[in-house]
């Protein structure tokens, strides 16, 4: 038994050498890793990085759009030339190009709603994040605690078992001066045995709780991580002398969730109106500056007058032909691109009115979908509302019924140690037996579990009051 123990104690400092080897975080650096480098944060940044491009989009909806457009065509057999018109058979080649911008004027006030809702939208996101951090936060602060909490059970357990050790020494030079029976000593070293295994589960319950801190972390090696391990003061529970109203006052005033399901109404808001536009004119300035090009339109060098007879003259019987002049031109030539730019070119200004009478209804349904929209997101509003209140009333309960927790767990766990240092002096001296002991053991071990158990849900508890009331952690 006693060549167990020694291989039980040159684990527990190999062990504890090793975790010597590892980096130990603050709770800060916890939490300021965890910010930079959660997939749920990095997720939600980048959905505020799209709400503010989606921002300046619609800001960039005011202005006025500029179009170029342009195509070349090769034609074959009979067709209409674009260019003159004019039916033909000949093969050709053909080209335009426009230039085009639309100015919306009135729009119902669709891309002023639109603008609006996407700063709304854009504000609901970084509160969405920062709702997001908030949780992560918790989640972490509650994990880290877990670890100090688990940690000082281990040192108790490491702490009884090397009493139990010095206990076992003690039976045993009783038993071999004949004072104490065989089975007291075989209690003792059973004893030594149990208080190795709660160590052993001790410390795998620190094991358990830092690799689950790491996963939230998503660190890929948790084996090189360890945590910092600070006294930790009571705090001094000023939080419970406020009501849970109270306190929910002022929470719903800070919490960002509260604030992003608000803004989510506007954003529902917002969206309404967009689709009540529809209702009105669309009103827009159009402007454009066309040309054409085509092979088949000809030049010519110049004209020449010429005499060509047009009939005869009955004159007494005898016919005098009739003979007149006209221009003729001569050096046929395609026009070229440059001369027919600017020979075709075509400018136009106009002012369009859009205004759907009638749209199969299309209308109304979006406007009663936004309708419900609204009132999905008053729902969510009072979903957020009713949750936080109850969260907070429950927390404050909680963090009450801790507080007294803890302080009967304390008392109790003075007493057991009392009883405890009592017990093993009257073991010592082979007043009472072995199970009597162990008895008294196994009351201050509960007792303590207990109060640490207590303290650090205590603790936690007030913090995450705390942090309701201010935000911060």
Known sequence: MRKSGYLLLSIFLSYSSFAQDKKAWTLEECIHYALENNIDVRQQGQNVQMADYNRDANSANFFP??????????????????VTNLPSSANRQTGNFSLSSQWVLFDGLANVNQLRQGRIDYLAATYQLESIKNDITVNISSTYLQILMNKEIAAVALEQKNTSALMLESSKAQYDAGSIAYGDYLQAESQLASDEQRLIQAQNNVTLSILSLAQLLQLEDPTSFDVVSPELDLPAGSVLARTPTDIYTTAREVQPIVKASELNIQSAQYSLYQSQSSYWPTISLQAAISTNYSNRIFAYEGVSDQTIPIGFWNNSGSAVPVYTTTSVPYGRYSKNFGTQFSDNLNEYVGVNLVWPIFSRFQIRNRVRQQEFAVSQAELELDRVENQLR?????????????????????????????????????REEGAISQYEYESARNNYLAAKSQQLQSKYDYIFKVRVLEFYLTNQL
């Open 65 to 82: 759009n500029l179009t170029f457009s342009s195509g070349y065509n090769w034609n074959f057999g009979y067709n209409i030339d674009p």
């Open 390 to 426: 109850q969260t907070i009333q429950k927390a404050h309960a909680d963090a009450q019924a801790s507080l007294k927790s803890y302080t009967a767990s304390s008392k109790a766990a003075e007493a057991a140690e009392e009883s405890l240092d009592y017990a093993r002096i009257r």
